[in-house]
């Protein structure tokens, strides 16, 4: 094939993949298999890679993800993209259409408005130019925002080319979002791989949208609708009103919302909003409300914004659905820390769409402020949507007949002492061997920063656990090769790797091992600090209280906490048996760091990393003799930047640091590993 013949098929291709993406995500009617979809794209990755000259930004094949940022870049935003004033309720609602009412008086506007859900995600920007996607961009302060169009193109609902005769440049504004059972799906994927689990779609949207590596966006179900046009090159054809607006980006292939309507009265408005206040939990996505727009551009101009919103929308936010159920009993959980946690057992009601039974009741202290008795009538809502919450009881259905609540002064589940620290609200139980927390512990224990057991992740620990072949982080040293192979999902080699891994992890230091105690407040850094002056597990556990505060940044908290940890009996046979499996319980003599790969190199991290964390990271610079600072100066060597990182990554771009992305990070770190190997 010739050249020029290629581009033509390429053409071809582009137009006819656009269009069928179309078909298939924003109107969800395809009129081709998915075999032939992909038959094409394949026949137009293989021309591009033939000729790369011909890739250009509106191909299908640019969804999939480029190589990853450092940062994003700012963006100023042509338009501002300004906020809603909000309405708590349907008189706020009605106050607002006076004020246009006595406006408009003066301006004559007619009175048509366009309701419109209020989709729970995050506002972003896009301009094309040319029809052409050119730039997406996160709404940020609503003057500047940041770059991340390589995330929008992974969006599929999103054109990469306009479809019609759009003008020059256009910008249009939107929402983007993920439905509720894609976030449910990435969240169980996430616990079973050990990660942290988002809060509810929109954060798990707006850390997918934040990505540096756009590959990670694009395994993220993200969808968007539009609903606004900031900005039209030229006047002709300019929509007149907000509806026209809708159906012109409905016809330029955006994705707009099907429940939209165009309201002739104010009370069709109410209407629209009583309608989903009640209907709200059917839709497939969370919305937080109804917005509410003049529709009349003209209209919404004369009357004009404040800095903040415009005087002409408003945004009607639902209220929490208040329902009422019956506390049947109180229980204690007790947490991974240790924390006693009451929960409120509770006869099953349907609150804002879903099926409540249980309530966290905090501590002792929420349950006496509330006054909250078994068997008492609550009324219970779901804070922020989504979490249950009890209001208050319901006291005037009191019968007599409930009972007051004994919070426990020993663990429910290990029969340990209960401790209750001064100026905290939580109860936490005091055995380290607690089968609550061993879990967690041994996971903590087995973690990076702590004794670094590769290998040793939350399957395993739950398998070791289930046949008891553990109870507590020391059994880990006494486990036996034949041991391991009657457990299913080892082989000779995984059996002998756990070994090794195991064994190898008492060279770990000290001040390791003792953070690997998870002593509560004794984070990795007062850990070597406790560890550098006291130089042993022995000393440190015998330290009276003023010995301790003597220890630069320990108060008072971390010295009690201390003591408390080393009068606890099962905490002390814990600590011997380690003792006793051979992990350095003291102070070696201090490795230098002289002739390690990092020796001199200062290193400040900023933003969330994916693949390890923080601590993780400032332990391997560390190991290679390098220093982890907190704030950049000229005198910083290097800046990873995660994500949302903070304003060090500014300062380091003007003091021209190293800026590595955590990909970046990552890859040397194993460089510099193998250097310090060979
Ligand atoms: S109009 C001038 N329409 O709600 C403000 N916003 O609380 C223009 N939102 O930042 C916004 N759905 O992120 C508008 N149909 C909709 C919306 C919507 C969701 C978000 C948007 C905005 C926030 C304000």
Redesign the pocket.
Known sequence: MSKAEAEKRISELRRELNHHNYLYYVLDQPEISDAEYDRMLRELMELEAKYPQLVTADSPTQRVGGAPAAGFQTVAHRVP????N?AFSEQELRDFNQRIMRASERTNVTLDYVA????????VALTYQDGVLVQGAT?GDGVTGEDITANIKTIRTIPLRLRGNPPGQVIV?G?VYMKQADFAELNRIRQEQGEALFANPRNAAAGSLRQLDPKITAARRLDA?F??LLWWEGTEATPGTQWEAINQLKEWGFKV?PESVLCDSFEAVIAFCRRWQEERHSLPYEIDGI?V?LNSLAAQAELGATAK??RS?V?FKFPAAEVETKVEEIMINVGRTGALTPLALLTPVQVSGSLVSRATLHNEDYIREKEIRIGDTVLLRKAGDVIPEIVRVVKEKRTGEEREFQFPTVCPVCGSSVYREKGEAVARCQGASCPAQLREFILHFASRPAMNIEGLGPSIINLLLEKEMIRDPADLYTLKYEELLTLERFGEKSARNLLAAIERSKTVPFARVLFALGIRHVGAEMARRLAQSFLSIDRLLKATKEELMAVADVGEAIAESVIRYAGEKQNQRLVEKLSKAGLQMAVAPEASAAGLPLAGKTFVLTGALTALTRSAAEEAIRRLGGKAGSAVSRQTDYVVVGQDPGSKYQKAQQLGVAILSEEEFLSLLRDWTEEQQR
């Open positions: 993209l300004l906020s809603l909000n419109e859900l209020k989709i729970d995600g995050l506002t709404r504004r929402e609708f609903y606004d919302n917005v727009k919103a415009p929308k945004a």
